[in-house]
């Protein structure tokens, strides 16, 4: 089995991206903090998950562990398999998701790819007790504050990217604070 891997991004296509090792060049599949915090010509060792079965062999590359553990359980819920697992941490940061489980924000994860109501709702029942030792030291606890929910959706709407508000979000004591606050807070950063 693959853990991790050291290249170096070649270039980014629509859903994958090429990274070379030494004379080979692989496509892969990369992570929302893959896509995000890095460039083509950027080495990096990565964490890595190779998927194989009878029609298809897939590499799925991570830039941490927690992005790695999040894919690994995610592709064991039933009716998720590695590809829908890898759509929903592209379009997400790990502990972006891990929030929302533990929120069991299901409005949220409708929001993914490959993901509806009843998925999200199946999600929650499978993962709710799958990444305790990810939420004991982070600021989850706002998150599933209803006015931080509201607050996030009202950005949204104003067209600020998730990742961007969740960034303000976490730097912010959010404790005790109106909805209209949080956002109003949250404009003055971003």
Same mark, same amino acid.
Request: hydrophobic residues 40%; neutral net charge.
């Given at each position: 089995?693959?853990? +991790?891997?050291?290249?170096?991004?070649?270039?980014?296509?629509?859903?994958?991206?090429?990274?070379?090792?030494?004379?080979?060049?692989?496509?892969?599949? %990369?992570?929302?903090?893959?896509?995000?915090?890095?460039?083509?010509?950027?080495?990096?060792?990565?964490?890595?998950?190779?998927?194989?079965?009878?029609?298809?062999?897939?590499?799925?590359?991570? +830039?941490?562990?927690?992005?790695?553990?999040?894919?690994?359980?995610?592709?064991?819920?039933?009716?998720?398999? %590695?590809?829908?697992?890898? !759509?929903?941490?592209? +379009?997400?940061?790990? !502990?972006?998701?891990?929030?929302?489980?533990?929120?069991?924000?299901?409005?949220?994860?409708?929001?993914? %790819?490959?993901?509806?109501?009843?998925?999200?709702?199946?999600?929650?029942?499978?993962?709710?007790?799958?990444?305790?030792?990810?939420?004991?030291?982070?600021?989850?606890?706002?998150?599933?504050?209803?006015?931080?929910?509201?607050?996030?959706?009202?950005?949204?709407?104003?067209?600020?990217?998730?990742?961007?508000?969740? !960034?303000?979000?976490?730097?912010?004591?959010?404790?005790?604070? +109106?909805?209209?606050?949080?956002?109003?807070?949250?404009?003055?950063?971003?």
């Amino acid at each position: 089995m693959i853990r +991790k891997i050291n290249a170096t991004i070649e270039d980014f296509e629509d859903e994958k991206v090429l990274i070379k090792i030494g004379a080979l060049t692989l496509e892969a599949y %990369p992570s929302f903090n893959v896509i995000r915090y890095l460039k083509k010509g950027d080495k990096y060792e990565f964490f890595a998950s190779l998927e194989m079965n009878e029609w298809n062999t897939s590499l799925y590359i991570f +830039k941490d562990k927690i992005e790695r553990d999040v894919f690994e359980s995610l592709k064991k819920v039933s009716k998720i398999g %590695p590809r829908i697992a890898s !759509k929903i941490l592209r +379009k997400t940061d790990a !502990k972006e998701f891990i929030e929302m489980i533990n929120a069991q924000d299901t409005t949220l994860l409708s929001n993914l %790819p490959g993901i509806g109501r009843k998925t999200a709702e199946r999600l929650i029942s499978e993962l709710s007790n799958s990444f305790n030792a990810y939420s004991a030291g982070g600021n989850t606890q706002s998150y599933g504050n209803k006015n931080v929910k509201e607050a996030i959706e009202a950005l949204e709407a104003l067209g600020f990217q998730r990742h961007e508000i969740m !960034k303000v979000i976490g730097q912010l004591d959010l404790e005790e604070q +109106k909805t209209e606050e949080i956002i109003k807070e949250c404009l003055t950063r971003l």
